[in-house]
């Protein structure tokens, strides 16, 4: 069963989530391929389905949405996950008690997974560089900002366990549906 495991990044945390879930796939078997989603990906010769986006200011990214709503109707027929990344830090819990991961899930979620019936849409933290350039008006704005450089932790504070358990529950999913 070929896999795509496709992604919308601003600064390659969420690519580099795409790049170990597909190792993950192909670790277990499954022929899988990466794309990035600002570039044509042609869906067809696909038969099942991992799309993951950055988070901004609650947001997935817009080519993550965009790829998810124009396919729906190959996504909507075929196993399909979606994942976001983009919460920093190593709370759990934010300063107003909230699960810090229920309250970095982006808008548009629960729309695009019943949309599509996902099987699955998980949320994941992310990585952020403060001397990586900024990235569109939004991030050039908020650099100018003299508290910004303190506002968000840095660092990479991806769980690679979490990913790696999620990727194998998706390579299981699909053994299981290609030999049931």
Do not use: N
Not at 13 to 37: F, M
Not at 138 to 143: I, K, P, Q
């Amino acid at each position: 069963m070929k896999v795509l495991v496709a992604y919308a990044t601003r600064h390659g945390a969420t690519a580099g989530i795409a790049e170990r879930i597909a190792a993950t796939l192909r670790s277990a078997g499954l022929p899988a391929d990466v794309r990035s989603l600002a570039e044509t990906v042609e869906v067809e010769t696909y038969e099942a389905f991992v799309i993951g986006g950055a988070a901004y200011m609650y947001h997935w990214l817009k080519d993550a949405t965009r790829f998810v709503k124009r396919h729906r109707s190959e996504l909507s027929t075929r196993p399909t996950w979606i994942f976001s990344s983009g919460p920093l830090g190593t709370d759990l819990i934010d300063q107003e008690g909230r699960d810090v991961v229920d309250a970095a899930r982006p808008r548009e979620f629960d729309e695009l997974v019943e949309l599509v019936h996902a099987r699955d849409a998980k949320v994941f933290f992310g990585a952020w560089d403060p001397e990586a350039p900024p990235v569109g008006i939004g991030e050039r704005a908020f650099r100018l900002l003299p508290a910004s450089r303190d506002a968000l932790p840095a660092g990479d504070f991806r769980d690679w366990e979490e990913i790696d358990a999620w990727a194998s529950e998706i390579a299981q999913a699909l053994s299981a549906s290609t030999t049931g």
